[in-house]
């Protein structure tokens, strides 16, 4: 032991409070945006992207402020609101790769700024495949790299202006170590041999198309279920979009004006007046009494109306699995004996069993295998299903014969 350090110990990680450039100022008008494109045309390496969104505060998903880090160029935060598109910062990342963790929540408000990018690494994903048993950013942060961050400001409402300090010096550090951290889970699949298969997903998800509008979403509504007859359905469905419209004119989350359980309230019950309506659960607050009118006449609509909505709809979807055993038996026996397979294979894999094949994916092959019980046949119906190329190569063969199992001879 050196004499004086008696009483020194090194630390297992090391918390980051403050970027280690200090907190860089928001950008609100073009012509800052525009240097600082030219700025991250001018980086090297790949680019750490991050978004702040106000859910539950504001309608929506767009993004409050973006974050952007290049090594040459340091970080750079952009207040969107302020400034609209940024297809001028995607232009200048023209190429490059973006690090982001859990793509799947950002890329849709990106998309929405006129920005997408040409090459993806998902570090969360990533973390995923690699068997990781949290896959937060600060959890991969601290296992892989010694770094704890702070998460107190995960949900704040960031459409606040302007943005306290604190939570400037969160967002800058989401990006901080966020290619540090990419080069750490691209090690750590290597080694396990999962590289291609990571980076097989992450493609998947750049070239996903846009997902097409839900039909009805109010049928989403929590708690529909307790609604009896189609009546009150409709009355339902009317709550539910003055719901919406009041909430896209006011910019605020939908559940701030009235919870899903005051729609289904009002719609069983019906009230004809302000003192009725007021006094179903969840009709208080001033956007309750305030809007009065605006809800007595969606029910007043649905009382009137000739053609009610029915209790179901045309869909593609699969009847819920507990259904099958009626439905279809055969479906359900073969259900039974996939899914303990490819949780035994994900196991193999280190992996989470909906990373090694997605549920959906699963449950139609047994809802609807194809004739031939051939590893051949099996993978065309999983590629066309969805499934990327080395989930078939695993699933294919084991699920192929799964199958000649329980019709000897196809």
């Not at 839900?214 to 979009?241: H, M």
């Not at 490819?342 to 047994?366: G, K, Q, S, Y």
Request: with cysteine; charged share 25%; aromatic share 6%.
């Amino acid at each position: 032991m050196v004499p004086g350090f008696e009483d020194f110990t090194v630390p297992e990680t090391v918390h980051l409070d403050r970027p280690h450039e200090g907190i860089p100022r928001v950008l609100n008008s073009f012509s800052q945006v525009e240097r600082a494109a030219g700025e991250l045309a001018a980086g090297h390496g790949p680019v750490a992207v991050d978004t702040e969104r106000a859910s539950g505060f504001r309608y929506g998903q767009r993004a409050f402020l973006v974050q952007l880090r290049r090594e040459g160029t340091g970080t750079i935060l952009i207040d969107p609101e302020a400034v609209g598109s940024l297809a001028v910062v995607n232009e200048a990342l023209k190429g490059v790769e973006w690090v982001l963790h859990a793509a799947t929540q950002d890329l849709p408000c990106l998309r929405d700024l006129d920005m997408w990018p040409d090459k993806l690494f998902d570090t969360e994903l990533g973390g995923r495949l690699a068997g990781l048993a949290r896959v937060g950013l600060a959890a991969e942060t601290e296992e892989l790299l010694g770094f704890t961050l702070s998460k107190e400001h995960s949900a704040v409402d960031w459409s606040k202006r302007p943005l306290p300090e604190s939570w400037l010096t969160y967002a800058a550090l989401d990006v901080e170590v966020l290619v540090q951290l990419r080069w750490a889970v691209e090690d750590l699949l290597r080694e396990q041999g999962k590289l291609d298969w990571a980076l097989e997903e992450f493609e998947s998800i750049r070239s996903a198309d846009q997902p097409v509008p839900r039909k009805d979403p109010w049928r989403r509504t929590s708690g529909i279920t307790k609604v009896r007859n189609r009546r009150q359905l409709t009355a339902l469905r009317n709550l539910w979009s003055a719901r919406e419209e009041l909430a896209k004119n006011r910019d605020v989350s939908p559940g701030r004006l009235l919870p899903d359980s005051a729609l289904v309230a009002a719609a069983i019950t019906m009230p004809r007046t302000v003192p009725q309506l007021l006094k179903t659960p969840g009709f208080h607050g001033r956007a309750a009494s305030r809007e009065a009118p605006r809800w007595l006449t969606a029910l007043q609509e649905a009382r009137r109306e000739e053609e009610l909505v029915p209790f179901n709809i045309a869909s593609d979807a699969l009847p819920p699995v507990k259904a099958w055993e009626t439905k279809r038996p055969a479906a359900a026996t073969r259900l039974k004996v996939f899914k303990p397979a490819i949780a035994d294979l994900a196991a193999e894999h280190t992996m989470p069993t909906e990373n090694m094949l997605v549920p959906e994916h699963l449950r139609r092959l047994a809802w609807d295998p194809p004739a031939a019980a051939t590893p051949a046949a099996v993978g065309q119906t999983l590629t066309e299903l969805g499934a990327r190329s080395w989930q078939v190569d695993l699933a294919a063969p084991v699920l192929a014969e799964l199958l000649g199992q329980q019709h000897p001879g196809s």
